[in-house]
Structure formats: structure tokens, C-alpha cells
């Protein structure tokens, strides 16, 4: 970047900071306070020439602790945010309809375009269990309304400040010193890849295999039909994990994905890639969509297209994904007036695997609310299994770790509309470790070295963005 280009993006960022500042004192006027409960304030930012500011790189160089990334599938929206107007969370899992609810209730006071970003984790074989230590920053379920955001959207990049109209006044000048101390770098400079020293896979290929065997005879005695078992693999390093230099790279080598990152405190962030909607809400227009069976992808176009061909046909890969397909079917046709879903399965490409996916449309009744929406979704059997309780209650039986937020719901909740990815495909960064997540679908005719295989494709997409 030349030097005149640096100097013009300063003093841009410099009024933009200068803006902000004025609505944020116009907008804590008393005469506003009784306007609404949350209010968003923004202000453009417009960069000469072809350079934009990125938020990932923008997230990085902020001082604050506590973070958040989020970036959808279409790319039409992201966001980088940082501090906290209001924070809402839980350690009862079993209390995450009231929650949301709560926060819906919040956001009818509010003003547009107000968003809680957050997430819930997986349910254990407790529905009020407990997190483990490592994932006690995260709750059972946690929402936050940033304080600052940097926000593309529609083609424009957006400086955005939100405000509790009812408590902000009193701390006015403590939001204006917050403000200042916000950075502005145009930096896109790579950090070096880490080659990891220590890797720990939670089981053993040895205990996952007796696992899948047990998983395989216990279908014949019971009524469970589809289990999606889970791996841990733990990566150490020789220094800390940079959580930012890894969105960087995965959100390059993992196109069509959702990235999202949530760093409640320091050196503790989760992050991931995920493939899979689990649902997205315009007013009462609601998408959905079932991803469950793979392939990897092929080394050339003709590899590629029979691979794919062999998804479409294998009769076990199709009756896992069927599972998925009715789990999101009976959950829709509770709370839409109509739904419409693609009567056959198609394939879903990504960079390193290919999946089937089924797509679902559909329009909500009246007062439906998105805490309905998430206690019918999630979790879907393309991460629990069918029937979804059953399979739940029998998946920590067999896996050595907490899943936490992996496999959960994340996303952001706004007064008008809402998105929700699967949170899988990712990892828990905690100092020099990185976590990674990823699970299979067994089902009569699956063989532990063939899931084995398939979870070390998953892996290795994500595995690859931390060691180059």
C-alpha cells in the first residue's frame, strides 16, 4: 500500500471515529432515551480506490478481550465486534428457551438492525449439564450485543456503536474513551504457519472402533437408528495459537462456509468453518436445509464427478441423510403454514469433502419465535442422530470429551430476522492448544475405518489453515 493511500485511509478512519462520536452524544440526548432500549448507531466508511478495510484483520488488532466474527455463507453480511452493551448467558442449558425469549422480548424495543450474536451448546446426556472447565468462558448458551462493530454489508463497510438508551447516559464518557482507543489497521501481513509437536486423539483409533461395533449391535436392541459419534483431536504447539491468523487462513481455503469466532476472554477462542445452515429467518420467511453424507473430493474433474455419482447412489450414505431429512421436516411442518423441499438430494461441494444436501423453504405461522424455532432444530440429526432424544441421551456414553459449543446453534438473533450455522468443523484455540471437532453418522452398513477416514478428511481441511 503506498504511502498517500495509508495517509488517506488515516484521516478517513480518523472522521469516521469523529462521526461516531457525534451520534453516540446525539443519541444519549435525553430527549432519545425513551426511543428505545438498544440502539444502533453507525456510520459509513468509504476508502478511496480498490483497498477495504477487512474486519478479521480489524478484530486482530483490537486490545479489547472480548471478540467476536461472524461471516455468512452468501458473504452478503460480516461482522467484527468487540466490548459488550449487554451480555446475556446461562449455565442450565434447559433454560435456553427462556433466554431466547428474553432477548426476543428485548429486541421489539429496540432499533433495527440490533443483533445478539452468541450460540448454545450441544445437549449432554444431561439436559442441565454442566459444562466442562475447558468450556466454562462459553456457558451452556451466551448472547452478546457488541459494543463496537465494524459491519460489511450490501457492498458498504460500516462503523457501528451500540447503546443502552436506559443506562448508557450515566457512562457517556467512559463509551467515548472505549471509542478512542479503538484501532484502525490496514495491515494484511501473514503470520507464519505452526507446525504442531503433540497430537492426542480422544479415542484412539482402537476405542473408536470398539465404539462403532457397540453403536452397530446396540441398533439391533434398541430403537435408535442413526448415532453421530464424535472425535477429539488435540494439537500441541511450541507458543500460543493465533485465533485470528487461523480464521484468516480458513476462511480463504474454505469457501462457501460459514466463519464465525467467539473469544469470551483471553487466549480462549472458538472458531470454526461450518458447511451447514441450520436455519435462517427473514420476518416469517424461514430457509433450512439437511447436510449429512460424504465423499471426498477427487484430484481431477472426472475423479471428482464419480465420487459424487457414488454419494448419490450409496444406499447407506442416503438412508443417514433421510434421517436428517425427516428430523427437519417434522420440526417445519410445526411451526410453517407451508413448506416446500427439494425432492431429491443433490451435492453439496466444498473445497476438501462433497455432501448431500436437501434444501427447505417455508413460511412461518403467526407469533412464531425464534426460541421455538431453536428448541425444534437444534440439535438435528445430521450431529445427533434419530430419533434425536434417544440418540443424545447415549452419545456421552460413548465419547471420552464435552463437546461444548461444538455441534451447537451459532449465530445472531435480530428483532426482524435471525441466521444459525451448525457449529461444526471447528476447534477450541486455548493457549498453545487447538481443539478440533468433527463426527460421523453410524448407521447399519457404516465400518469404523471408513468414518475413521471420513472425520480425518474434515480435519484436514481445518488442519491445514493452522500448519500451511
Keep these: 500500500m503506498s504511502q498517500l493511500t495509508d495517509i488517506t485511509s488515516i484521516t478517513i478512519f480518523t472522521a469516521a471515529k469523529e462521526a461516531l462520536a457525534n451520534e453516540i452524544k446525539m443519541a444519549l440526548a435525553e430527549k432519545l432515551a425513551a426511543a428505545s432500549l438498544y440502539h444502533r448507531v453507525a456510520v459509513p466508511i468509504s476508502i478511496l480506490g480498490s483497498e477495504t478495510i477487512s474486519p478479521l484483520n480489524w478484530l486482530s488488532a483490537q486490545e479489547n478481550q472480548q471478540k467476536i466474527y461472524w461471516s455468512g455463507r452468501d458473504n452478503l453480511f460480516e461482522s467484527a465486534a468487540i466490548g459488550q452493551c449487554a451480555s446475556f448467558e446461562i449455565e442450565d442449558l434447559s433454560k435456553r428457551h427462556q433466554l431466547v425469549e428474553k432477548i426476543e422480548k428485548l429486541l421489539s424495543q429496540s432499533s433495527d438492525n440490533v443483533r445478539f450474536y452468541g450460540g448454545m451448546r450441544f445437549p449432554s446426556d444431561s439436559e442441565s449439564g454442566a459444562n466442562s472447565k475447558e468450556w466454562q468462558a462459553f456457558g ?259 465419547e471420552p470429551f464435552d463437546r461444548g459449543w461444538y455441534a451447537g446453534a451459532i449465530g445472531w438473533i435480530g428483532r426482524d430476522s435471525a441466521e444459525f450455522a451448525v457449529g461444526i468443523r471447528s476447534g477450541l484455540v486455548n493457549g498453545n492448544k487447538l481443539s478440533l471437532y468433527s463426527g460421523a453418522g453410524i448407521v447399519k452398513g457404516s465400518t469404523p475405518k471408513r468414518e475413521w477416514d471420513e472425520i480425518e478428511s474434515k480435519i484436514g481441511s481445518f488442519l491445514n489453515a493452522v500448519t500451511g
Excluded at 169 to 190: C, G, H, M
Excluded at 293 to 312: C, F
Design 140 to 398: 451452556a448458551a451466551k448472547f452478546v450485543l457488541p459494543r463496537f462493530e465494524l459491519i460489511r454489508e450490501a457492498g458498504q463497510t460500516f462503523f457501528v456503536c451500540n447503546l443502552n438508551l436506559q443506562t448508557d447516559r450515566a457512562a457517556a464518557d467512559k463509551i467515548l474513551r472505549e471509542l478512542y482507543f479503538v484501532r484502525f489497521e490496514l495491515s494484511d501481513s501473514e503470520v507464519a504457519a505452526q507446525e504442531f509437536e503433540v497430537r492426542t486423539d480422544l479415542p484412539l483409533f482402537e476405542g473408536w472402533q470398539s465404539n462403532v461395533r457397540a453403536i452397530l449391535e446396540d441398533f439391533s436392541r434398541s430403537k435408535i437408528e442413526k448415532i453421530v459419534l464424535a472425535r477429539q483431536s488435540i494439537f500441541e504447539f511450541k507458543d500460543d495459537c493465533d485465533a485470528f491468523a487461523i480464521m484468516k487462513r480458513l476462511s480463504k481455503a474454505t469457501p462457501n462456509c460459514f466463519h464465525f469466532l467467539f473469544q469470551p476472554a483471553k487466549e480462549i477462542s472458538f472458531i470454526g468453518a461450518s458447511p451447514e445452515r441450520l436455519y435462517k429467518r427473514l420476518d416469517r420467511s424461514i430457509a433450512s436445509e439437511a447436510v449429512a453424507g460424504t465423499r471426498r473430493r477427487g484430484r481431477d474433474e472426472i475423479e471428482d464427478a464419480n465420487l459424487g455419482d457414488e454419494l448419490l447412489s450409496d444406499d447407506k450414505e442416503k438412508r443417514e441423510h433421510q434421517y436428517v431429512v425427516q428430523n427437519i421436516k417434522a420440526a417445519l411442518e410445526s411451526v410453517c403454514e407451508n413448506i416446500d423441499f427439494d425432492k431429491h438430494e443433490s451435492l453439496f461441494k466444498l473445497a476438501r469433502v462433497q455432501h448431500l444436501v436437501t434444501r427447505f423453504s417455508g413460511t412461518l405461522k403467526e407469533n412464531v419465535t425464534d426460541a421455538r424455532i431453536l428448541s425444534l432444530l437444534h440439535p438435528t440429526a445430521a450431529v445427533g442422530g434419530f430419533p434425536s432424544k434417544l440418540a443424545q441421551k447415549r452419545i456421552s456414553e460413548y
